[in-house]
């Protein structure tokens, strides 16, 4: 069977989804029953191909084993209440997977393989979207080099892909963080906005090291001094500050712009909140907090959504929040909630519908 963007399809014998049941599932564990896969060779994507799940077969020496050129996204579809389902801006990952893909020398990704070849996957795999509250079909799409030579230089082929993983509901506890002062995620001219696969690799292990004295993610601060701040963890960050939510801007690179964040930005607009994006010191966040206007403090990001924080610890002093009274970051998530499973209005054209 050929789709309507040359894509070539072949379904699995029997589902997987028989016996399996879609609530409560643990975060990436399970995949539907098919993938996309796409080769890029020669200058041009051929092989556009849906498949049964299944592993690869990968030479020892493919390029991005060795040198890191690969990666990705996360995206959700959420059963809408329509009875459709449907996927939360996923043009936006896709300008942002290319923003990536261009950073790290690798090719970009048409519209006609990224989104229409996402949508003819869940359409095939739409069984697998849960419908219980909270619960959603996240997206990986991702692409690595696959050249077979150990050489440093861009590679001249690379594999795209699409895997689906139904989850939820992520139960996002409030966390406890731990300000860095010794390891950096990100310097201005390096990879800190580009979703790439080596950005995790290098931010394991002061997230260890955070874990191991009882804190659950790092806040990262900036290269130079120690002192402004970027992200929480893999996510953004936003300080509720009197009745302004302030959020790390994104000029100098060294921040991922998330498409949560975004959308948290018109949302906590129209919640009434002056939104404001700069350059925000750790010392002036503990001003904000000692004279008493530091409300709150959360993660934004598709897995969680929004994370609340409950302690933010910088050298002698830890910060704490009753995040039971953290009304914006509940009614913010409630609102983003309602758009994606459709018991609001769609008003900012968020929802692509499948
Ligand atoms: C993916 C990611 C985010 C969140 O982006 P969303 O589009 O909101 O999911 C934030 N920070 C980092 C480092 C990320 O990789």
Known sequence: MIAAAGIKITKVETSKLQGLVLENLPFGRYFTDHMLEADYENG??????????QPLLLDPSTAALHYGQAIFEGIKAYAYANGKASIFRPYDNLS???????????????EEIFIEGMRTLIELDKNWIPSLPEHSLYIRPFMFATDTVIGVKPSAKYKFMILLSPTGPYYAAPMKIYVEETYTRAAPGGVGFAKNAGNYAGSMLATELAKKQGYDQVLWTDAF??????????????FIIG??????????????????????????????????????????????????????????????????????????DTMYFDTDKSEIARELKSRLNAIRDGHAADTHGWMYMI
């Open 44 to 53: 041009a994507w051929t092989n556009i191909e849906i498949k049964p799940y």
């Open 96 to 110: 942002r997977f290319n923003i990536s893909a261009e950073r790290m020398c690798m090719p970009v990704v048409p």
């Open 225 to 238: 001094e120690h002192k402004y701040l970027q992200e929480v963890g893999t996510m953004n960050v936003f």
């Open 243 to 316: 009745n302004r939510a302030i959020t790390p801007s994104l000029e100098d690179g060294t921040i991922l712009a998330g498409v949560t964040r975004d959308s948290a930005m018109v949302v906590l607009k129209e919640m009434g909140l002056d939104v404001i994006e700069r350059k925000i010191s750790i010392d002036e966040l503990l001003e904000a907090y000692q004279s008493g206007l530091l409300r709150e403090v959360f993660g934004t990001g598709t897995a969680a959504t929004i994370s609340m924080i409950k302690e933010l610890r910088y050298k002698e």
